[in-house]
């Protein structure tokens, strides 16, 4: 096989970090997600009322550029605060 792009990792080695540019809410339904991403990896999004135990928002996310712009429709009213995280798996550089 010939390959002319290969992209070499440690073992164990970490995607880079990345931010989240931006969180908004549009008459409190509407939640829009953008964060920062590396093209063709996948990232999981989250919801915790407590940091303690974490839920499935949206999985298998996939990146097509260097940001992502998630939108989704927020039906059920929280009760208290909700926490987000977004998750980076498998990464490819």
């Not at 290969?6 to 540019?21: C, E, H, K, N, T």
């Not at 939108?71 to 498998?90: D, E, I, K, T």
């Amino acid at each position: 096989a010939y390959y002319d792009h290969v992209a070499v990792m440690l073992p164990g080695q970490a995607p880079p970090p990345f931010r989240l540019v931006s969180l908004a809410a549009t008459n409190q339904t509407v939640l829009t997600f953008t964060w920062e991403t590396v093209m063709n990896n996948t990232y999981d999004l989250e919801a915790s009322s407590s940091f303690g135990a974490w839920r499935a928002f949206q999985n298998d996310l996939l990146a097509t550029g260097t940001s992502l712009t998630f939108r989704a429709n927020w039906f059920a009213a929280p009760v208290g605060p909700q926490f987000f995280r977004v998750l980076s798996h498998n990464y490819v550089p």
